[in-house]
């Protein structure tokens, strides 16, 4: 029995190890499905489990509030609160780690409501 729970233990901790293997700083893209629209994306993640974002939206750096974020077993989430035009938005990213970069969907709607303004695709790697 206690091999069995060393076992478990040794083997989470090698999934955070690598989780925590993911720390650094972040560049890519964003690209809407309905509009066409896309930007760069700009992300940082740190060995303590946070993460910072911003984005381009019409050439201009817009900066987040991160509501949520998970990193595991290289599954990504994160959703975060931006203001654009007086309206305040929050935007879910999902997406995998593939050993080279994150890609994934992005789905935005507006805090107030819960109404539905974009969604698309999203890819980072790291930068250089």
């Known amino acids: 029995m206690r091999c069995l729970c060393f076992l478990l233990l040794t ?11 993911m720390a650094g700083s972040y ?27 911003s984005f381009t939206l019409a050439g201009e750096e817009v900066k987040t509030k991160i509501q949520s974020f998970k990193l595991e077993n ?33 789905q935005t709607t507006v805090v107030d409501s819960g109404d539905g303004v974009d969604a698309g695709t999203w890819s980072a790697s790291r930068g250089k």
Not at 11 to 21: E, I, N
Not at 27 to 53: R, Y
Not at 78 to 91: H, K, L, T, W
């Open 27 to 53: 560049t890519g893209e964003w690209k809407s499905d309905s509009s066409g629209s896309a930007g760069a994306l700009h992300m940082t993640l740190d060995a303590n489990s946070k993460c910072d974002i």
């Open 74 to 106: 290289s599954q990504f989430e994160v959703a975060y609160d931006f203001e654009v035009q007086g309206i305040v938005a929050r935007s879910k990213l999902t997406g995998k780690w593939d050993g080279k970069a994150f890609t994934g969907r992005y």
């Open 11 to 21: 083997s989470v901790l090698l999934v955070r190890a690598a989780d925590t293997g």
